[in-house]
Antibody, heavy 120, light 106 residues
C-alpha cells in the first residue's frame, strides 16, 4: 500500500548529528518530490526543505542552510534527512511528506514522524 | 518569506456548532492554500487543497473559501472527531510556510 515508513526515535547529545530515514512504497518513488517538516513539542509545523528523488536536487529553508542535508537512495526508495550541530531547540518530531501531483499541490502522504530528542 | 497568520489561535465550541477559522497570507498566494487537521500524536491530515477542493474522504461539513490573501475554513455542525488543531499552508513559494495553528476545543 501507499505509505511512508520512517526510522525510529533518536536521542542525541548537543553538537551531534542525526540522520532520519523515510522509506516510500506503493508509488513511483522518483515521480514525486519529498519534503521534510518538523514540529517541536507543543508547537506548530515548520517546513525544512525538499528533495527531488529523481535527480537528487534539493532546496532548504534558509533557517537550516548549512546544517541540513537531504539525500535519497533510489535502489531502496528511501530519502534521508541529516541535521548536524544539534541543539536543544532541535528536539522535535520530524516528518517526511510526499508532494501531490497537480498544479495547486499539497502534501498528500505523511510519514508517522520520528522523534529526535537533543539532550545532554 | 510569506507569513501565514491564523485566527483565532484557539476556539471553544460545542458539538453541532458552526465554526470558522481564518488564515491571512502576507502577500497574494493565488490558490496555493491548503488546510490540514492534526490530532495529538498523529501526522497532519489533508482536509482542503487549492482553497476549496475537498480531499477524498473528508466529510462535506468541511469547506474552504477565499482568494488572494484571505482564506477561511468552515466546519458546519461540529462532530466529536473535529476537535483537533488546524493548520493552513501556502505552497506558492519557498519556504512553504504554515499558519501557527488553531486549536479547536470542546
Amino acid at each position: 500500500q501507499v505509505q511512508l515508513v520512517q526510522s525510529g526515535a533518536e536521542v542525541k547529545k548537543p553538537g551531534a548529528s542525526v540522520k532520519v530515514s523515510c522509506k516510500a512504497s506503493g508509488y513511483t518513488f522518483t515521480s514525486y518530490f519529498m519534503h521534510w517538516v518538523r514540529q517541536a513539542p507543543g508547537q506548530g509545523l515548520e517546513w525544512m526543505g525538499v528533495i527531488n528523488p529523481s535527480g537528487g536536487s534539493t532546496s532548504y529553508a534558509q533557517k537550516f542552510q548549512g546544517r541540513v542535508t537531504m539525500t535519497r537512495d533510489t535502489s531502496t526508495s528511501t530519502v534521508y534527512m541529516e541535521l548536524s550541530s544539534l541543539r536543544s531547540e532541535d528536539t522535535a518530531v520530524y516528518y517526511c511528506a510526499k508532494r501531490s501531483s497537480g498544479y495547486y499541490w499539497y502534501f498528500d502522504l505523511w510519514g508517522r514522524g520520528t522523534l529526535v530528542t537533543v539532550s545532554s | 518569506d510569506i507569513q501565514m497568520t491564523q485566527s483565532p489561535s484557539s476556539l471553544s465550541a460545542s458539538v453541532g456548532d458552526r465554526v470558522t477559522i481564518t488564515c491571512r497570507a502576507s502577500q497574494s498566494i493565488s490558490s496555493y492554500l491548503n488546510w490540514y487537521q492534526q490530532t495529538p500524536g498523529k501526522a497532519p491530515k489533508l482536509l482542503i487543497y487549492a482553497v476549496s477542493s475537498l480531499e477524498s474522504g473528508v466529510p462535506s461539513r468541511v469547506s474552504g473559501s477565499g482568494s488572494g490573501t484571505d482564506f477561511t475554513l468552515t466546519i458546519s455542525s461540529l462532530q466529536p472527531e473535529d476537535f483537533a488543531t488546524y493548520y493552513c499552508q501556502q505552497t506558492y513559494s519557498t519556504p512553504y510556510t504554515f499558519g501557527q495553528g488553531t486549536k479547536l476545543e470542546i
